[in-house]
């Protein structure tokens, strides 16, 4: 079986305790399901942030990293969410990526009474059923009732 590969879309390598603290664990717990994770702070460790250009070389490495990839998982804590992972995420929804949200922040960030988030973040998902795409705490992640497990390994809703 190909490992499937899951787009981590997340702010949390800009500090270095979110990167060090929050960003490990949702990794582990993702390719502990067997996920070939793609985290872009990791990816792009490679342009050289001291040239001019590097920004654009970042983005389009990202939006190239998007489309490649088979779903994305993002991390939409915050009100409202990172700017960055809300491109990264309507990008894969308009390529019909398989979405998955993660939100372990307890406050609400809605323009509406049925989603816990903005409903557009929602409209990857399916409409029945949309809590099984939407994670909210790292244990979560494993269980395999929700729809990851099930993306991952291909078993029936």
Do not use: H
Not at 4 to 26: C, D
Not at 44 to 70: E, I, L, R
Not at 131 to 156: C, N
């Amino acid at each position: 079986m190909t490992r499937k590969t899951l787009y981590l879309a997340s702010p949390y390598g800009f500090s270095q305790q979110q990167k060090t603290l929050l960003l490990p664990p949702l990794i582990q717990s993702l390719e502990a399901l067997g996920a070939e994770v793609w985290e872009p702070f990791a990816r792009n460790n490679q342009v050289d942030f001291s040239q001019p250009g590097w920004a654009y070389q970042v983005a389009q490495a990202d939006v190239k990293d998007v489309k490649q990839c088979d779903g994305i998982f993002a991390v939409v804590n915050g009100t409202p969410p990172d700017e960055g992972v809300m491109v990264e995420l309507g990008m894969a929804i308009a390529l019909n990526k398989a979405i998955f949200l993660f939100r372990d922040d307890f406050r609400r960030c809605s323009d509406n009474e049925a989603y816990p988030l903005n409903l557009m973040l929602f409209a990857g998902l399916p409409e029945t059923g949309w809590q099984d795409y939407y994670y909210t705490s790292v244990e979560d992640i494993q269980t395999q009732e929700k729809a990851l497990y099930r993306w991952l390994f291909q078993v029936p809703a």
